[in-house]
Nanobody, 125 residues
Framework: EVQIVESGGGWVQAGGSLRLSCAAS????????SGWFRQAPGKEREGVSC????????YYADSVKGRFTISSDNAKNTVYLQMNSLKPEDTAVYYC??????????????????WGRGTLVTVSL
């Protein structure tokens, strides 16, 4: 069965760092476009960062460029999101998601087929 499990969320003060992990089973990330999405209370789910190991492409939302870094470890079949210089506006439930590779894949929630259940990130002042 295809499964995605996120971990690494927690509470940090503004300026702090967290590293999120996304472990997959039932498929391998190297054949997929995958990434991180977040949903804050009262807001729509948005794409934060995506990675396509097959063609080396990455995407970052403007709001996180320079602060977040996405990476993948094929041996562990895991995707990571290193989050630095966290801001209160980063507070959200962060979801990992994936879709089989296709050239036209975009880092948008509607494009993803498989989803984890999310991990909560809370950034305080």
């Amino acid at each position: 069965e295809v499964q995605i499990v996120e971990s690494g969320g927690g509470w940090v003060q503004a300026g702090g760092s967290l590293r999120l992990s996304c472990a997959a089973s039932g498929f391998t990330f190297d054949g997929y476009v995958s990434g991180w999405f977040r949903q804050a209370p009262g807001k729509e789910r948005e794409g934060v960062s995506c990675i396509s190991p097959r063609d080396g492409r990455t995407y970052y939302a403007d709001s996180v460029k320079g602060r977040f870094t996405i990476s993948s470890d094929n041996a562990k079949n895991t995707v990571y999101l290193q989050m630095n210089s966290l801001k209160p506006e980063d507070t959200a439930v962060y979801y990992c998601a994936a879709v089989p590779f296709n050239i036209g894949a975009v880092c948008h929630p509607d494009a993803m087929d498989y989803w984890g259940r999310g991990t909560l990130v809370t950034v305080s002042l």
